[in-house]
């Protein structure tokens, strides 16, 4: 790992969590961060903290699904990339309408792909760059009523791993990496299960058993969450220092090592 530059780092969906970390982190070790957020408030907010501590952290808002926001962008030199943000959206794929779906992918595969179009641009012209993108355990491995959610991370572990094969064609120094948390308590997933029961009810095919799937739910999540974020931190500085990526990166070990062995044992 080459911890010796320092380097210019924007991350999406910094307003708390994953992301938010992450740039303290990236920021604490010397690096340039521009964290940006979906709303301005957030922003202002990520701004006052990096202030108070004297971090090297510049924050606005940057909606991924707005090509405005995006071209924000465009003046700057961005070493790394990290695709961050993301939405959570689930209900089984038998009756959710796909307007929810098509809207998932917006924001976690669509918005971010174009970010990164624009991002890689200069860095294939200077020949160096990394982009990392935040995908999921859950981009491997499927899970009853989340596939609205998961689905977009195995789109985005299998994006990823082509372009990173298609960019070795013709650069040396372009690099694309992915990182794949397992569950960490950010919010994120009880706001993901929550938003079925907006609209799966009496009318569900699954209505006779919601609260089962809903007690299933909040005990799985209880288990399996880890309550700091510092080891999903930690790969994702790895991925964003190292001169050369692995293909992945991810954490807790112990779920990166259950999801493995359940895709050896054929799933
Ligand atoms: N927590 C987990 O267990 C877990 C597991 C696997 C993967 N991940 C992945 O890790 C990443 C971070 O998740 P997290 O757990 O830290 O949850 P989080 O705090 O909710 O992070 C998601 C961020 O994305 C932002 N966002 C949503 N829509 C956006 C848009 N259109 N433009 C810009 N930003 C937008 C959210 O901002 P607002 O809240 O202001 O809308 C939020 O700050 C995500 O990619 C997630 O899929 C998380």
């Not at 969906?13 to 690096?31: E, K, P, S, W």
């Not at 926001?69 to 993301?86: G, H, M, T």
């Not at 959206?89 to 179009?117: H, K, W, Y």
């Amino acid at each position: 790992m080459d911890t010796s530059g320092s380097r210019t780092v924007l991350i999406t969906g910094c307003r708390r969590g994953i992301g938010r970390d992450a740039a303290v982190t990236l920021a604490r070790r010397g690096h340039r961060v521009i964290a940006t957020t979906h709303t301005g408030a957030a922003a202002e907010s990520l701004a006052r903290t990096a202030a108070a501590e004297s971090l090297p952290i510049e924050a606005f808002r940057l909606d991924v699904t707005d090509g405005d926001d995006r071209r924000r962008i465009l003046d700057r030199d961005i070493d790394v990339l990290i695709n961050n943000a993301a939405v959570g959206e689930s209900g089984s794929l038998a009756e959710i309408d796909i307007d929810r779906v098509r809207r998932s992918f917006e924001t976690n595969l669509f918005g971010p792909l174009e970010l990164t179009q624009l991002v890689l641009r200069k860095m294939i012209e200077r020949d160096a760059g990394t982009v990392v993108f935040i995908s999921s355990l859950a981009g491997r491995i499927t899970m009853p009523f989340m596939a609205p959610y998961t689905m977009t991370k195995f789109a985005i572990s299998g994006g990823a791993e082509t372009l990173r094969n298609e960019l070795h064609r013709i650069s040396d120094g372009v690099q694309i990496t992915v990182v794949e948390p397992g569950a960490y308590h950010t919010g994120f997933n009880q706001e993901m299960v929550a938003t079925k029961y907006e609209w799966m009810d009496g009318n569900s095919y699954f209505h006779g058993i919601l609260e089962k799937i809903r007690a299933g739910e909040e005990r799985y999540f209880r288990r399996m969450e880890k309550g700091s974020t510092a080891s999903i931190v930690r790969q994702i500085v790895r991925a964003a220092e190292a001169e050369r990526p692995r293909l992945r990166y991810a954490a807790p070990w112990w779920q990166a090592l259950g999801v493995r062995l359940m895709r050896m044992a054929g799933r």
